[in-house]
Nanobody
Framework: QVELSESGGGSVQSGGSLRLSCKTS????????MGWFREVPGWAPEGIAA???????SFADSVKGRFTISQDPDANTLYLEMNSLKPEDTAMYYC??????????????????WGQGTQVTVSS
């Protein structure tokens, strides 16, 4: 089992930035690919970013060029840096871990462990 806990959400004006954190229960990055997802009530969750254990990353077109992924292995923490935020970025953001053998990318069904979520609200 992997325990994940997100933090860092909040309310910002359009064009602003936020840095989300995903704290894991142990050095999960040695064993699992990690991903970031977001969800709006009434809509299907959207995969926005993923990181493989070798450090390779992928991003959804909706956030490409604005969001980046980094990590602090010593703190067992994955970061999502969000820049140039838009009102349509408003959502509950989740981090997740996958035990799939191949790089799971942004496919929600490939992820097995999920955090509780952190709310991001962007006003216009």
């Amino acid at each position: 089992q992997v325990e994940l806990s997100e933090s860092g959400g909040g309310s910002v004006q359009s064009g602003g930035s936020l840095r989300l954190s995903c704290k894991t229960s142990y050095d999960a990055y040695r064993h699992y690919c990690m991903g970031w997802f977001r969800e709006v009530p009434g809509w299907a969750p959207e995969g926005i970013a993923a990181r493989e254990t070798d450090g390779s990353t992928s991003f959804a077109d909706s956030v490409k060029g604005r969001f980046t992924i980094s990590q602090d292995p010593d703190a067992n923490t994955l970061y999502l840096e969000m820049n140039s935020l838009k009102p349509e970025d408003t959502a509950m953001y989740y981090c997740a871990a996958s035990s799939a053998g191949a790089f799971p990318g942004l496919e929600v069904s490939a992820y097995h462990y999920w955090g509780q979520g952190t709310q991001v609200t962007v006003s216009s």
